[in-house]
């Protein structure tokens, strides 16, 4: 019996700290398009941020670990952690790549910074080597993308069907009729920001609403973001 293929996502960022909004955008976006599971990626050093700008990297990976305890199907990964050197996607892809050679590898980002995706390094070759899941937040036009090249637009659809099955059909489909490879998936829009978390725990403003209560503790007990 041939093994059926298993569809994987990876949601990067520097979840610094971890909230509700990363859980609740990766967990609306598993069930929208049907994904087995989704490994979620602390960043070791951002190449986007100075590494004085965020908080240690085993620090926010055990946060991760605590927010997605109780959650079978959202994984903890140490993959940019175990390079030890800035985080670059194109390099943990091809990681991804070697672990689950026969699967299929969705990477998820959110809109704002698919926007910015010329500036990532080898981004041609990476829009190659797996497909994009963009979150696009209630909201957000998909003219946002309008200032893209033209070759990443044409390649790129918006998911209309929050039915697993039929968003399954519709990447088949488009990608057998136009090459498309880039799937725009509207989730709810969550007003939470680690930034915001960070200024209220340094203003001593309450925040445990806002992330899981074992993140919480965790915070507490160590004295970060103070």
Known sequence: MEKEVQKIGIFGGTFD??????????????????LDLIYIVPSYISPHKPAGEITHAIHRYAMVVLATIDEERLVPSTVEIERSKPSYTIDTIKEFRNRFPEEKIFFITG??????????????????????????????????????????RERTVELTSSNPSEAERAIKEWGERKGASIFLVKTPEIPISSTEIRERITAGKRFDHLLPERVARYIERLNLYR
């Not at 700290?17 to 049907?34: D, F, M, N």
């Open 17 to 34: 700290p971890i909230h509700y909004g990363h859980l609740k955008t990766a967990k609306s976006i598993l069930e929208a398009v049907g």
């Open 111 to 152: 809109s704002d910074s698919f926007a910015e995706i010329t500036t990532w390094k080898d981004y041609e070759k990476l829009l190659g080597d797996c497909l994009f899941l963009v979150n696009l937040r209630a909201g957000v036009p998909f003219s946002r993308l309008n200032h893209l090249p033209q070759e990443i």
